[in-house]
């Protein structure tokens, strides 16, 4: 069999068509959305999918034991960022999360997420006997191991990307061999603790924004302003929408941050219900195979880092629909392939590589 014929019998064809149909999806709404953007958004947008897909190739040709050996040192390294960058970092809207020369960017946080995947996998895969002779020693190391770079990550403050470092880490613990004894007790402290850090531990429009969400009465100008517009968007667009290029709240910008953190919103006034349910089929279907090929897989490492893979995409989709349609307060998280920014397309490009890795081998172990 020839090298090209080889490759191409490994390519995944259900993952690609789920990729590919959802960068179309998000390129098409992208340029409606950054019409009254600033100039150059959506090339811009185009450089970094095509950066994107360099990286996902380059990930996906990775050998899996060379992804094992670098787990830690990648996890070192990206924790070592989140404390550079809350020291050196760039200050955009009061925030220290960036590393900034000129135009060009990068979040070590969206780098966390990556890293958190490939380390639990390697966690929980290094040994299986020890894994259920001592699940207690795991399920505590794995938690200092993640709510460390959270807490960083909250400092900064950043508290979307943290919540999703907390539930992406959740998640794989949850999805691990473990007894449910000691599940349910993790579940208990998180539950408390997560009480006690909105309690405590948010800054003050943090907690302006969950107040704002249980009563968006009360500031309907400011901090409800964003997700209620949001809603006047989506419920513009009825069954079939208003038509492409033609959705008002959009173009006469009443809708804040629509090419970040509303995307959803753009495309429901222009596509309606029928277009929301195609983009959310195409999510549905992305994610589900991804949990396919975790059950296929036939080594430990590659499954659950399939599995870490599929809860980002998850649970970035919920939570930012969810942050659409008024069903969880506005934390500033991306929806994957469709919203815009560099650092969000090159991790959720990187994760879609992962997941391309373990589908081409899958079979071999």
């Known amino acids: 069999m020839s090298a090209l014929r080889r490759t ?11 990729v590919v149909a959802l960068i179309g999806l998000g390129l098409v709404n992208l340029y409606s959305a950054t019409r009254v953007a600033p ?4 090339s811009s947008q185009l450089l970094w999918m095509a950066l994107g897909l360099l990286l996902l ?27 550079a960058v809350l020291l050196v970092g760039k ?3 009061g925030s220290r999360r960036w590393f900034g020369w000129g135009s060009f960017g990068i979040q070590p946080s969206e780098l966390m997420k990556l890293s958190l995947i490939l380390l639990g996998a390697h966690l929980f895969s290094s040994d299986p006997k020890d894994l259920v002779l001592r699940p207690w020693r795991y399920a505590l190391k794995w938690h200092v191991l993640w709510i ?14 943290a919540l999703l470092c907390g539930l992406l880490s959740l998640s794989l613990f949850f999805l691990m061999p473990l007894p449910p004894k000691l599940k349910l007790w993790v ?25 704002t969400f249980l009563h968006p009465e009360l500031d309907p100008t400011g901090t409800g302003y964003h997700a209620r517009q949001a809603l006047f968007a989506i419920g ?13 709240q959009n173009h006469l910008q009443f809708l804040p941050e629509h090419w970040t953190d509303f ?8 596509w309606g219900l029928v277009g929301c349910l195609v983009m959310l089929a195409c999510f549905l279907f992305l994610i589900l195979w991804t949990l396919h090929l975790a059950a296929a897989c036939r080594d430990r490492f590659g499954s659950y880092l399939v599995l870490g893979c599929a809860a980002l995409l998850f649970w970035h989709v919920t939570i930012n629909i969810a942050m659409v349609i008024g069903l969880a307060p506005v934390v500033g998280v991306t929806l994957p392939l469709v919203s815009y920014g560099g650092s969000s397309v090159l991790t959720v490009m990187a994760a879609l590589g992962l997941i391309y890795n373990v589908s081409a081998r899958r079979y071999r172990y």
Request: a positive charge; glycine letters at 14%; aromatic letters at 10%.
């Open 187 to 211: 579940l208990t402290v998180g539950l408390s603790g997560a009480f006690l850090a909105v309690r405590f531990g948010l800054k003050e429009y943090q907690k302006k924004r969950l107040l």
């Open 236 to 248: 513009s667009g009825r069954l079939s929408g208003k038509g492409y290029l033609r959705g008002t």
């Open 91 to 93: 200050v955009v809207n």
């Open 8 to 18: 191409w019998s490994l390519i995944d064809w259900p993952l690609t068509g789920a």
């Open 148 to 161: 460390g770079p959270a807490l960083l990550i909250l400092k900064q403050p950043d508290l979307g990307t």
């Open 263 to 270: 995307p959803f919103a753009v495309w429901a006034e222009e």
């Open 57 to 83: 190739g380059a990930v996906a040709a990775l050998d899996q034991q060379l992804l094992k050996r670098l787990a830690w040192p990648a996890y070192l390294g990206v924790t070592g960022l989140l404390v």
């Open 39 to 42: 100039k150059g958004m959506f």
